[in-house]
């Protein structure tokens, strides 16, 4: 069913975790974005049109200047993603220039999914980029976010991209291979969910806990994510992005992740 899905959706907007972009050390791993990147192409190739919501601002950010890395004020935090912002695109540019491809950054907060002319204008600029072969890349503007207008997490913020886009498919790129019934990081009996039809029936029959050191969303926020987004009748993939080849193995039913369908 993934395999046929992703054959079938020529709109894909693919969101990559802060937890799928970062090594042991906190840093960007270049070698696996590079692989993210190769398969991107291949989808291009396939007459796909992509967009990426990113995080990793502040992991980028702290990787530039270590000296911050401890500190918890907000003016700090701030200023570490806007220094992470120029690093990520950077690794962003580099992977994609060696297929000749340009990117475009949009930075966004909650308001400006709530004012219709500000929405109109995110959906024209989202448009015009991927129409023109410009491959968008997403993030919330944390530089600007306080709590009145902030998205909260990069998964929601993925959600309303794809529904503002009309996309045919949502790919969530975590660290975990989809939603298991107990965190599969501490207990082996964890059992992955290949399908889930019903999210309120499933949020009551999995234990939802914790959420990781750098990602500020854990599996509630993509259970959300993927609720937003079947309203509008868009399925969502949540797959381990940490795998190498993830995307092209799910397309080559050689991989295993949970599908969000509501039938």
């Given amino acids: ?68 890395l401890r500190k918890e004020d907000m003016h700090y935090k701030q ?27 949009m930075l966004l907060t909650r308001d400006d999914f709530l004012d219709a002319h500000r929405t109109l204008n995110i959906r024209n600029t989202l448009f015009t980029l991927v129409d023109e072969g410009v491959i968008p890349i997403v993030n919330e503007n944390d530089t600007v976010s306080v709590e009145e207008i902030t998205i909260g997490d990069n998964d929601s913020l993925a959600a309303y991209t794809a529904n503002l886009w009309n996309a ?35 949020k009551e029959q999995i234990e939802m806990e914790g959420k990781s050191e750098f990602g500020t969303g854990g599996i509630q926020t993509k259970i959300e994510a993927a609720r937003k987004v079947n309203d509008y009748g868009i399925p969502m993939i949540l797959s381990n992005g940490r795998k190498m080849d993830i995307l092209m193995d799910l397309l080559n039913n050689k991989e295993l992740a949970t599908l969000f369908l509501r039938r």
Wanted: glycine fraction near 6%; proline fraction near 1%.
């Fill in 1 to 68: 069913m993934i395999s046929e899905i992703i054959k079938n959706s020529r709109k894909i907007v693919i969101k990559i975790g802060s937890n799928t972009l970062s090594n042991d050390e906190g840093q960007i791993n270049e070698t696996l974005l590079q692989n993210i990147g190769k398969q991107i192409y291949h989808l291009i190739q396939m007459q796909k049109q992509i967009v990426i919501v990113s995080s990793g601002a502040r992991i980028a950010g702290t990787a530039a200047i270590n000296k911050w």
């Fill in 79 to 105: 200023a570490l993603c806007a220094i992470g912002q120029v690093e990520l695109m950077n690794a962003y540019k580099k992977v994609f220039n060696h297929y000749d491809l340009h990117i475009g950054q």
């Fill in 168 to 202: 045919d498919l949502l790919i969530m790129m975590s660290d975990i291979d989809g939603v298991y019934t107990k965190d599969p990081k501490n207990n082996e009996e964890a059992r992955l969910i290949k399908e889930i039809n019903d999210i309120h029936l499933i």
